[in-house]
T-cell receptor, first 115, second 112 residues
Framework: EAQVTQNPRYLITVTGKKLTVTCSQNMNHEYMSWYRQDPGLGLRQIYYSMNVEVTDKGDVPEGYKVSRKEKRNFPLILESPSPNQTSLYFC??????????????FGPGTRLTVL | KQEVTQIPAALSVPEGENLVLNCSFTDSAIYNLQWFRQDPGKGLTSLLLIQSSQREQTSGRLNASLDKSSGRSTLYIAASQPGDSATYLCAATQGGSEKLVFGKGTKLTVNP
């Protein structure tokens, strides 16, 4: 089954404790992206990647890191999480660049709470 | 910077009604515009994608239109059903870039 998977689905952590949220897709997609969703603010793009070793900032990259060493994986790294990073995170992928007009497939989301 | 606005924020209609959801964007230099559906506690499901060169796309009871010159897109849902109840989000690319900007969504409730 074609899908985007995220782990963990739920995470409660404390300020300053490094964490990684994994994202994997099995569709051989080139484009992958991370979003966060907050009440009243909607979905905002954190980082995106157009291919292996090619990443770029979205609208809210501060406090986050990403890497794209393999085509299928796009982990989101929070080196020193803070309470304002408490949010619902989504990973998404599409077969080619957004400019190519390809729809995005979203993962189920990761609900992160930073105490 | 691209800004995407969706009005209304919430809409409640009786079953069977035809309805229109609105999306406006400030930067007309878009590659495409997408409509998504989000159910509570779930991820997003792509409904329709309209390329910048297209005027509309249809899928079943859904029809999305795009007017770049006025910075508007509409999602038309025909013969609404309770199962259509969800939040509908539109998203547009930003200024010829690979960034995607979302509206805050319209929460639709279809009452039986």
């Amino acid at each position: 089954e074609a899908q985007v998977t995220q782990n963990p689905r739920y995470l409660i952590t404390v300020t300053g404790k490094k964490l990684t949220v994994t994202c994997s897709q099995n569709m051989n997609h080139e484009y992958m992206s991370w979003y966060r969703q907050d009440p009243g603010l909607g979905l905002r793009q954190i980082y995106y990647s157009m291919n292996v070793e090619v990443t770029d900032k979205g609208d809210v990259p501060e406090g986050y890191k990403v890497s794209r060493k393999e085509k299928r994986n796009f982990p989101l790294i929070l080196e020193s999480p803070s309470p304002n990073q408490t949010s619902l995170y989504f990973c998404a992928s599409s077969s080619r660049r957004l400019a190519g007009g390809n729809e995005q497939f979203f993962g189920p989301g990761t609900r992160l709470t930073v105490l | 910077k691209q800004e995407v606005t969706q009005i209304p924020a919430a809409l409640s209609v009786p079953e069977g009604e035809n309805l229109v959801l609105n999306c406006s964007f400030t930067d007309s230099a878009i590659y495409n515009l997408q409509w998504f559906r989000q159910d509570p506690g779930k991820g997003l499901t792509s409904l329709l994608l309209i390329q910048s060169s297209q005027r509309e796309q249809t899928s079943g009871r859904l029809n999305a239109s795009l007017d770049k010159s006025s910075g508007r897109s509409t999602l038309y849902i025909a013969a609404s059903q309770p199962g259509d109840s969800a939040t509908y989000l539109c998203a547009a690319t930003q200024g010829g870039s690979e960034k995607l900007v979302f509206g805050k969504g319209t929460k639709l409730t279809v009452n039986p």
